[in-house]
């Protein structure tokens, strides 16, 4: 195991790849003859969507899928601010080419970066210990960042609430933030982001927490019974 959180060289790589395969497959198809927002949007509301399931999806499989790490909490904070900053690449200049002014493409990004940070305590949480049940029960908590809450309220008969657009809500919430006919977001829009950054931010650092302590543990553990070995 790595003792210290290496630079995601790959991922930033791998990651960067996927952003251009994702503008290509939103706009080569079918190139709008007429450019304008109203033609634009869409392409470019696909590109963002399939730029963040590389974000919410595509990082935790690859790390849940590599070998534990004595730094799961370090590597995965790394790994969240690289690639936080990296989705503000396609994210602010694609912009100019819809009708979202800065407020709207802000709240976009918020929206975006609080997936990122619950994956950051889920991923962490995966990686600190090689439990095959515990990666995936952390993948499994990425796919309902990426999914929403409404969806599966939605299937045990909880649908809908009152409460609804304040809940977590993955894509969906995302595309309807993309799509909503006011450029500028509302009162309920701007509520609705604080309350997802309040659940993400406790996801993150319970996962973080209790991420470090597994590695510790795991540590101790490894040390006790090399120690019995040399004795």
Do not use: K, Y
Request: net charge positive; aromatic share 6%.
């Amino acid at each position: 195991m790595s003792a210290a959180a290496e630079l995601p060289r790959g991922l930033v790589v791998l990651v960067g790849g996927w952003f251009a395969v994702a503008f290509a497959a939103s706009f080569a198809p079918t190139v709008p003859l007429h450019l304008a927002p109203s033609t634009l949007t869409p392409g470019i509301s696909q590109t963002l969507v399939l730029c963040t399931m590389a974000l919410w999806i595509g990082w935790p499989l690859l790390r849940l899928s590599a070998p534990a790490t004595r730094a799961p909490s370090a590597q995965a904070l790394l790994d969240a601010v690289t690639l936080a900053f990296l989705i503000q690449l396609p994210l602010w200049p694609l912009r100019l080419g819809t009708p979202w002014p800065v407020q709207r493409t802000l709240l976009i990004d918020l929206h975006v970066l609080a997936g990122v940070a619950s994956v950051t305590g889920l991923v962490a949480l995966g990686t600190a210990v090689s439990s095959g049940w515990l990666r995936a029960a952390a993948m499994a908590g990425c796919v309902l960042v990426a999914a929403g809450l409404q969806l599966p309220l939605a299937a045990i008969g909880m649908a809908p609430l009152a409460t609804s657009p304040a809940l977590p809500g993955g894509v969906p919430a995302l595309l309807d933030r993309m799509r909503s006919p006011t450029t500028i977001p509302t009162v309920d829009e701007w509520n609705a982001t604080l309350v997802l950054w309040i659940a993400s931010v406790v996801t993150a650092v319970v996962g973080l927490l209790l991420a470090s302590l597994l590695a510790r543990m795991t540590d101790g553990a490894q040390t006790v019974a090399g120690a019995r070995r040399v004795g």
